[in-house]
């Protein structure tokens, strides 16, 4: 074992997935990232290393792995492109990952095999402009007409939910009561829905290679067979799937604190200024140090966490951790690496560069550093005071 406690299968798939992002992703990243274009060709390299289906089981077209096994990959390829590995992360956890752990025989059977094998990609409906940190405020609605669900409201945000490949996206809607007790579900929602639209994609700072859409709904149907999951089970279902997501985005967010770490070592010991390269200043020396126990600390957490959730383990409170401290670390260690790098770290032909317009996003998504603080602080018994 080494430091991570990796075993050798572990560590032959970390490689594969680290050379494939340095020999097939890095090089297309600037031009993908400068055009704002998913590389479809990239995804489908992925899906025939067989990424997209690590986590589920070899029965329904999965590699058999474990969740720990998706996270490594999503951290090799954020080293250097953190578009293709949040379409990763998003492709599985919530694109796929619903479908296998609460759709029926029929649906795993028609929706599973092509996003396994990174043939089509799928989006997951959940935030609105009311209804982000507090999932709960959903606002779009899904009524029964006959076999019909009737659905109308709007999502933003939506990874993946509008390339040449999306087939579907899985929304969360109210199907009944009201207020505080109100009934969420979530329903499959397919492209070429008549009255589902997907938006033009957002002017983004970051991410730019993902694909990111809001969504509109206007008297949309689809059957009574797209409801995914028991009914009214929809909210306690997105917040088990959340839970995962977090600690998939710590490995990235780990990912890309790694990624400046390594550009930085080697800026520095090329780099000479006053008559002598920087790594040479101590001043330097202790940013690089202190960016290498960022990357040490926020791997440790995402591990601990995704070796839980593996177990069978109550793991929500370690995500949180997790995903707060890696967030926090790609984030600083992006500041740093830019600084390291002058004037050429506010180039965009620099990775260094992308890595800073892309890390503030894991600071927000997938649950924002102040909702980790709060279920990190319920865990400790800290609740509302009267």
Request: a negative charge; hydrophobic letters at 45%; aromatic letters at 6%.
């Amino acid at each position: 074992m080494d430091a991570y406690d990796l075993t050798d299968e572990e560590r032959e798939l970390a490689g594969t997935v680290r050379a494939f992002a340095d020999d097939i992703v890095a090089p297309r990243a600037y031009e993908a990232d400068r055009h704002r274009a998913l590389p479809l060709d990239v995804v489908a390299h992925m899906g025939e290393l067989g990424l997209f289906g690590l986590p589920f089981p070899e029965e329904v077209g999965g590699q058999g792995g474990t969740f720990f096994a998706l996270c490594l990959a999503i951290e090799a390829l954020a080293r250097v492109d953190q578009s293709i590995a949040i379409t990763l992360e998003a492709a599985v956890s919530l694109g796929a990952m619903p479908v296998y752990r609460f759709g029926t025989p029929d649906q795993r059977e028609d929706l599973l095999p092509d996003l396994l094998a990174g043939r089509a990609l799928a989006g997951f409906g959940l935030t609105e402009a009311e209804a982000g940190s507090d999932a709960g405020a959903t606002r779009t609605t899904a009524r029964l007409d006959g076999d019909d669900w009737v659905i109308e409201g709007s999502k933003q945000f939506i990874t993946n939910s509008g390339t040449d490949i999306s087939r579907f996206v899985t929304i969360t809607a109210v199907t009944g009561g009201s207020g505080d007790r109100k009934e969420i579900s979530t329903i499959v929602v397919p492209h070429g829905t008549p009255g589902f639209t997907v938006e033009p994609g957002y002017d983004k700072v970051g991410w730019l290679a993902s694909d990111t859409h809001p969504l509109t709904f206007r008297s949309a149907r689809v059957p009574r067979g797209n409801l995914l999951g028991e009914r009214g089970r929809g909210l306690s279902n997105v917040l088990g799937v959340l839970d995962e997501g977090r600690v998939a985005i710590a490995a990235l967010a780990t990912g890309a604190a790694e990624g400046c770490l390594e550009q930085a070592l080697a800026y520095a010991d090329a780099r000479t200024a006053f008559g002598a390269t920087l790594s040479s200043r101590q001043s330097i020396q202790f940013t690089l140090a202190r960016m290498h126990a960022r990357v040490h600390t926020a791997r440790l957490a995402w591990h601990h966490a995704a070796r839980q959730r593996d177990a069978g383990a109550a793991f929500a409170t370690s995500a949180a951790v997790a995903k707060m401290t890696a967030s926090d670390a790609a984030m600083d260690n992006a500041r740093d690496d830019t600084q390291i790098f002058g004037g050429n770290g506010f180039m965009n032909e620099y990775t260094v560069a992308r890595h800073f317009r892309d890390s503030k996003i894991l600071e927000i998504g997938e649950g924002t550093t102040e909702v980790q603080l709060l279920v990190i602080a319920r865990a400790l018994g800290l609740g509302a005071r009267s």
